[in-house]
């Protein structure tokens, strides 16, 4: 069917709560991405607020990644009547459920729920795995998954009008990875296409060319007797790829082998994290795997030295220097908290948060170099532990990159900036005016609608 318009449900301006109305002439709707909004009080009650489209109007759900910032409403839409099928890559729809079931759990913690595990299973007996570059029909389009490089199983989807797909086509790029340290395959090159909303989280700005693994090392070997080295990560992606980082500073040496190395224990706490880590080990994922990552072990999410616990007891009774990896990437949920509230008073304490850190979280709170205090629901911690950020291990592309996938798109006349705050899409708005000389660009926000050009 042709396209009309495309009203923007979330992450027009902002870092979170990604979806897109993709609206057609035959009056349907297709939906792309449809995610939660993360951060403060405030966004969590956004979460409970229905699409300002007809939801009766859906005739399909795509999905670029499950991330909770991309899917976790999708339980809530089919809570609002939605009974349509959902599609995502193969990979991501292994993981899907997990992080489905996940993020409903949270909202039930917390009293706000935005559904129940029964929509949840609803959604998940309704998932339709599609594979990467193979055209497929979706809604009456013409539609095609390629790699976004992001997370395993991440994709940017390449929507062509008809069935053939002769008519205009437009491409979601999705969250695009960081190809110094992704661990998925490379991504995809799109062709052609018309008009492309593209992510742009970093916009203006240049990931450096740190080495991660070395990064770690140096905290690592500048911890006291019984300091600690706490690691917050998402914990999907980020977990993973800290394990593969330090796992390539043990196969060098450097980190738990016999002789001149650095011998420390290395305690994982992360229940979805290896919910979604054996996914990552199943054969049936294992080919989006970089080639990196293949060549460095048949598991390498494990080497001598990380003990897997499910309980903070462990780690709290080990006096030795330590490294505690736990999920809760942004430090607003999970077993981070915990182990947040008790080592942050402690000055001989590193604390690392992995990956990007949104506005009104405590992960941003952290690494503001101002704070003094860190805030929990019932009391402010002192924060005397050093806090540090290893950059280089962004899952989110930066300006060259984000630029550079515009730049092989063919035959691109219409850019619309979306998934950064206003200063990134500033930034890569006037690369793509005056380097690729395209100047039909639009910087949405919230609800807004931007009418495709026949």
Known sequence: MG???????????????????????????????????????????????????????IDAVIGTHPHVDHIGRWGYLRSLGYNGSFFLTEPAARIAPHILNDAVKVTQSNGKPICSLEDV?????????????????????????????HIIGSASVKI????????????????????????????????????????DTYG??????????????????????????????????????????????????????????IDVPIFVHAPLGMKITTEYLSPGIREYWSDEMNDLAKNPFYFPGVVFVDNTSMVRNYKGKKVVLASGGMCNGGPILGYLEEFAPDKDAVIMPVGYQ????????????????????????PLRARVVQVKSMSSHADHPQLYDWLRKIQGLQTVIFTHGDDPARDALEESVHQGLNIWDTHKPHFNDTIFLAA
């Open 160 to 199: 062509s009008e008809g069935r053939d797909g002769k008519g205009q086509s437009g491409v979601f790029s999705g969250d695009l990875g960081n190809h110094a340290s992704s661990i998925a395959r490379p991504k995809g090159e799109i062709g052609q296409a018309d008009w492309a909303v593209v992510e």
């Open 121 to 149: 299973q609803g959604v998940v007996n309704n998932l339709r795995p599609v594979k990467y570059n193979v055209p497929t029909v979706i809604g009456g389009n013409l539609t095609t998954f390629y790699d976004a490089e």
């Open 358 to 381: 949104g506005e009104e979280t405590r992960g941003r709170q952290l690494i503001d170099p101002n704070t003094r205090f860190i805030d929990f629901n019932d009391r402010a911690v």
């Open 3 to 57: 396209f009309e318009a495309l009203q923007c449900l979330g992450a027009a301006g902002e870092v979170t709560g990604s979806g897109y109305a993709l609206k057609k002439s035959d009056g349907k709707i297709t939906l792309i991405d449809f995610g939660s909004f993360q951060g403060d009080e405030k966004n969590n009650q956004r979460n409970l607020v229905p699409p300002d489209i007809d939801i009766n109007k």
């Open 204 to 261: 203006g700005r240049q990931h450096p060319s740190e080495d991660p693994g070395q990064f770690f090392m140096e905290q690592i070997r500048h911890l006291k007797q019984h300091g600690t080295l706490l690691v917050s990560a998402f914990a999907q992606n980020g977990l993973q790829k800290t394990l593969v980082a330090l796992h390539k500073e043990h196969r060098a040496g450097r980190l738990n082998r016999d002789g001149e190395h």
